[in-house]
């Protein structure tokens, strides 16, 4: 007897059949669908439930062992990663509380770009400790206002272990410093990745990405999109390149077009290359050979000029956002002017930045003033595909915008490593704008919470023991690092904590790569202060939140 003729001998007085999307059978039963919505202390145990669940998800992707998942999309797309924001974007979330959870690793993924995973785990371990002191008989808001002390002193303490690291040489450019400690915050973001094998290659080229488009003479930031990561299947991934321009996955419109462009000139439209068309429905009929011959020759008059103000304005290369037919394709050929024809506007935009040009909206607005300036623009392919060709733009002098080419040997591998080195360039970005670094391996985490620990020692208040529960907590990110290193996490939390209690030194770690020390600093793993203090306020900020929920309404219970 199949599943569904199992489901179908079900009592019908306790449950009925239903169907979903997928045509997969499922069972209502009675009681389920008279439950009424849950409130009070239910309503916030099952708000922790649901969170904790989502939380310890994510728990074995943290760290340099951490396990990959395998997100299989409805329409059969595959996407294999760790990083813990895209794994919650890409599950279906159906629960509320759980999908504050994926907007929480949204915030942390647009505010630094990095710890997406962390900030999750440590929600998920705040929200359990709160879970056991509800049992305890404490109110919600005593444990709210505790963990809120409780943070404060956490990135206090977080703060106070911070070192200042310096790219600086005098008043010299960051690239004339020293790298060093960037790559090596890098590698920290690459060692848990699919690409941590090749992290120096790759925390070197992040590093270079970074400095060339950074703004120190005036706002002292990075314009982070001036950096576009491109990936291309096939080569391995110690191909993996930094290209002073743009790369567009583009090729020349025309087969017979100079595939080499040096001195180019470059004309960059946002009109279409054709005629002008009415802007409302319109018929047009032609009833002689006469009246076809005049139409052609008026289209024919409106290309001729096109060309003539491109000539006029010393345009050597057209890059169109719209496309054009073949007969337009063959004029700008005979006329000795290659054109890239369909590229998109975010990319118009970059290139536009990367030559210094500006985007023509109209053929009467264009001047020698408004073309942008490249070294040399060329046609490249790889392997023996000539059809997957794409275009590279090099610069003169300085870079303004620069491209990370990725390579890989399957279009999976190649995505995975492009979210790699987006967290690494995130990682990067905030130590030039905030060059303050923390210890990583979970040591931040356990010298704040011996500091909360000591804190609650003061606290006269009931509130002393949310603030206890706050720092057992925090002690729940290096337990994970520990066990997902195959190592025993109570253990090695323990003796890490009596360690940097006995010795005063927060930089004892979790010593997941098994390299005999447990400082940090040696082995050179460390991570921005600012990700660590964003995690710890982050987390905070949503689980208040979840512990003063204490009714779930729909519209349905509303209405009745």
Known sequence: M????????????????AVDDLGNPFLVFEEQAKEKRLSGIDALKANILAAITVADTLRTSLGPNGMDKMLVG????VTVTNDGATILEHMDVGHPIAKLLADLSKAQDAEIGDGTTAVVILAGALLRQAGDLVDRGIHPLCIS???????????????????EVSVFTGDQHPSAGDQSPLRKAAMTSLVSKVVGSQKEHLAKLCVEAVLSVADFEHSGDVQFDHIKVEGKPGGKLEDTSLIQGVVLDRGFSHPQMPKNVRDARIAILSCPFEPPKPKTKHKLDIVSSESYRRLHEVEQSYFQDQIKRLK?????????????????NHLLYTSGIPAVRWVGGVDLELVAIATGG?????????????LGRAEVVFESSFGTDTKDSFLIIREHGASRAVTLLVRGGNIIGVEEAKRSLHDAICCVRNLVRHPWVVPGGGASEIAAALAVRAFAEKESSVEQYSIRAF????????????ANGGLCAIGEVARVTAKQENTGDPCHGIDCMQLGT?????????????????????????VKLILKIDDVLTVTDIIE
């Open 2 to 17: 199949d599943a569904r003729a199992e489901l179908m001998t079900a009592p019908a007085s306790l449950a009925h059949l």
């Open 74 to 77: 409805s329409d059969g797309e």
């Open 145 to 163: 206002n505790g963990f809120e002390k409780a943070c404060e002193v956490a990135a206090k303490r977080v703060k106070e272990i911070a070192r």
């Open 312 to 328: 006029a304005a010393g345009a050597n290369l057209v890059i169109c956002q719209w496309g054009f037919d073949d007969e337009a």
């Open 358 to 370: 500006h985007i023509v909206a109209r053929f009467e607005e264009l001047t020698p003033e408004k």
């Open 471 to 482: 720092a057992t907590a925090l002690e729940d990110i290096p337990a994970a690092l520990a």
């Open 518 to 542: 447990t400082d940090m600093w040696v082995q050179n793993v460390y991570e921005a202060c600012a990700s660590k203090c964003s995690q710890l306020q982050l987390a905070t900020q949503v």
